[in-house]
């Protein structure tokens, strides 16, 4: 995992992977639901360096799992994935609360440009899939992380297109950080990497994900069950 610069951008966040050789870059335009950074303090103390948790849109909780979206319109890109509709999906165990929840994903500024972050926690728990529709390749579910691990030969980026701050008196990305109980949120664009080989479409991955969701059913049963150990 490695950060990158995004220009002309006031407040930015970053995340980059290295991509595979055969794929698409896909622009995505602002989201409709807002993405939030909450401030958890300095990393160490005197670092100068924020920690955050993170949230996005308006999530939902199913009694397991809280599932939040970012959507909205695609606005370029290679070739066959250049217009339509996107959904960036977050998934964690867990209900969601207003500090982003226990297992919501967690990160800390760029120590080489304090207004970018990148991911430093992901929960076990945690999957991140990208929803591209009516593309002109057709629809296509790209999975981003998967039980807390990115899948490799994806990246993405995200970049706050306007942002509002609570808790501090310089809205500012790091200063959130740094600041436990602060926030800084607003909607973002989002800049995706996604291999070119087929991708499963939607209904195909319900199946697909059927099949994990019973093998998280059963690995939740066989942990609950397990004995306490020393």
Same mark, same amino acid.
């Given at each position: ?11 930015? %966040? ?6 595979? /050789?055969?794929? /698409?870059?896909?622009?995505?335009? #602002?989201?409709? $639901? ?7 303090? $300095? ?10 948790? *993170?949230? #996005?849109? /308006? ?14 319109? *695609?606005?370029?890109? &290679? ?24 297992? %919501? ?10 207004? #970018?972050?990148?991911?430093?926690? @992901? ?6 899939? +990208? ?9 296509? @579910? *790209? ?17 706050? !297109? ?20 602060? !926030? *800084? ?5 989002? &800049?995706?990497?996604? =291999?070119? /080989?087929?991708?499963? $479409? =939607?209904?195909?991955?319900? +199946?697909?994900? +059927? ?5 998280? %059913? ?5 942990? $609950?069950?397990?004995?306490? &150990?020393?």
């Amino acid at each position: 995992m490695r950060s990158t610069n995004l220009a002309a951008a006031a407040a930015v %966040a970053v995340l980059s992977l290295a991509g595979a /050789a055969n794929a /698409a870059n896909v622009d995505l335009g #602002q989201s409709a $639901e807002t993405f939030t950074l909450y401030g958890m303090g $300095e990393t160490f103390p005197g670092s100068g360096i924020g920690t955050f948790t *993170i949230g #996005q849109g /308006a999530g939902t909780f199913d009694g397991t799992s809280s599932v939040f979206i970012l959507s909205g319109a *695609i606005t370029g890109g &290679s070739a066959g994935y250049s217009s339509g509709t996107y959904a960036f999906v977050t998934q964690y165990d867990g209900n969601d609360t207003p500090t982003g929840g226990p297992n %919501a994903p967690r990160a800390q500024s760029n120590p080489g440009n304090l207004n #970018q972050f990148f991911y430093t926690g @992901l929960d076990p728990s945690t999957f991140m899939s +990208l929803d591209l529709f009516g593309t002109p390749s057709g629809n296509h @579910l *790209i999975p981003l992380v998967q039980f807390g691990n990115f899948v490799p030969g994806t990246g993405f980026s995200f970049a706050f !297109t306007s942002t509002t701050c609570t808790g501090v008196a310089v809205c500012g990305q790091n200063n959130v950080g740094i600041t436990k109980g602060a !926030t *800084i949120f607003g909607p973002v664009t989002i &800049s995706a990497n996604v =291999p070119t /080989a087929a991708v499963p $479409e =939607p209904a195909a991955w319900v +199946l697909m994900l +059927l099949g994990v969701g019973g093998l998280g %059913a059963a690995l939740r049963g066989r942990r $609950e069950t397990a004995p306490l &150990s020393a």
